[in-house]
C-alpha cells in the first residue's frame, strides 16, 4: 500500500497511549455517503480522505472550511461531539509547517515560485504560498487548461507558463515545487532541466515515496537547499490531531525516523 498513514497515525496513538487505531478502508465511491455517516456511530473521531473521494466529500459534510472550499478538496473530517461532520485541507500548512521547520527565515514572498502540476497537490500548495503573501507564482502543467483555471481562481500573483517554456521558467525563481506524480515510485522522474534555477533557489517535491526523488537528488548535486515530501504529509497529521483529540503533536526525529523507515531513499 501507498498511504504511510496508517503507520503515522499509529504511531501517535502509541506515543500518546490511547486505545485507538487508523485503519486503511478501501470504499468505493458510490458508498463515501454512507462510510461519512457511518464515522459518528461508529465512534470514530474522524477520517482523511484520499482520491477519488476529496472532492466529492465536500457535498456530503455537514460543514467545509473555508481552506478546502477554496481548494475544493477536503482531506480529514472530523466528528464533533453532536455527530455532524466537519471538512478541512490540512495539506496547506502542512506545506508551509515543513518549509517552515527546514527553513525558520522562509518567506513565500522572498521571490518567484515556480509550481510544476496543476493537480490536488498543487492547489493546496498555490493556496499555501497565496496565503503567505507570495507575489509571483509561475505554474506549469502538462495539461495547460488545468493550470489556467488553477490560475483563474487564485488572481494575479499566478501565471502559467507552457509546459514546453517550464525549464525556462525557472530562471530567477526563488522557490520551486514539484507537484506532480512524476518522480514518484513506478514513474520516470519529472522531466526539468535545472541549470536557469539559482542555486539559491529551495527546492521542494511534495512526492514522498521515494525520500530522495531525482528532482531533489539533481538539486542536491548543485547545490541547491532542499525539502522533500515526507515532511509536508507529517505536518497535516499533527494538524489532524489537533481537530481529532485536541492533542499537540510535533514532528520529531523520532517520528520521522519511524516513518521514513518505511520509506526507500531513492
Ligand atoms: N507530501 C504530501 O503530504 C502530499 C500531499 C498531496 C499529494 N502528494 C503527492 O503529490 C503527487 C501528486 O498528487 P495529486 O493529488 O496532486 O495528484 P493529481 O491531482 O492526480 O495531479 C497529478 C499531477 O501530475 C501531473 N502529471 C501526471 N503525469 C504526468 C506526466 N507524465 N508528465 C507531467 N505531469 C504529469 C498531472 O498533470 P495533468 O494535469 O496534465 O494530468 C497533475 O498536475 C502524488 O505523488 C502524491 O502522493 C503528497
Not at 547545490?223 to 490531531?241: E, S
Request: glycine share 8%.
Amino acid at each position: 500500500m501507498h498511504s504511510r498513514s496508517p503507520a503515522l497515525h499509529n504511531y501517535f496513538f502509541k506515543h500518546y497511549g490511547i486505545a485507538g487505531t487508523y485503519v486503511p478502508l478501501a470504499i468505493e465511491p458510490a458508498g463515501l455517503e454512507a462510510a461519512l455517516r457511518a464515522l459518528a456511530p461508529l465512534r470514530f473521531a474522524g477520517c482523511n480522505l484520499t482520491i477519488p473521494h476529496k472532492e466529492r466529500a465536500l457535498t456530503i459534510v455537514d460543514e467545509v472550511d473555508a481552506v478546502a472550499a477554496r481548494i475544493g478538496a477536503i482531506s480529514c473530517v472530523v466528528v464533533r461531539p453532536d455527530g455532524s461532520l466537519f471538512g478541512t485541507n490540512n495539506d496547506v500548512h502542512g506545506f508551509a509547517r515543513n518549509i517552515l521547520q527546514h527553513q525558520s527565515e522562509w518567506r513565500a514572498d522572498a521571490g518567484p515560485a515556480v509550481v510544476m502540476g496543476a493537480g490536488g497537490g498543487a492547489r493546496a500548495v498555490v493556496y499555501s504560498l497565496v496565503d503567505r503573501g507570495a507575489r509571483e507564482i509561475r505554474i506549469a502543467n502538462r495539461t495547460r487548461e488545468r493550470a489556467d483555471a488553477l490560475a483563474s481562481e487564485f488572481g494575479s500573483a499566478v501565471t502559467v507558463i507552457n509546459w514546453a517554456d517550464r525549464h525556462r521558467a525557472l530562471g530567477g525563481a526563488a522557490l520551486l515545487v514539484n507537484t506532480t506524480s512524476q518522480g514518484m515510485v513506478g514513474q520516470p522522474p519529472l522531466d526539468l532541466e535545472l541549470s536557469a534555477l539559482p542555486t539559491h533557489a529551495l527546492v521542494a517535491d511534495i512526492v514522498y515515496i521515494p525520500l530522495v526523488t531525482p528532482l531533489l537528488a539533481a538539486a542536491r548535486q548543485r547545490g541547491n537547499p532542499t525539502v522533500d515530501g515526507l515532511g509536508m504529509l507529517l505536518h497535516q497529521a499533527c494538524i489532524a490531531w489537533q481537530l481529532w483529540f485536541g492533542l499537540d503533536p510535533e514532528v520529531t526525529p523520532e517520528l520521522r525516523a519511524a516513518i521514513e523507515a518505511t520509506i526507500p531513499t531513492s
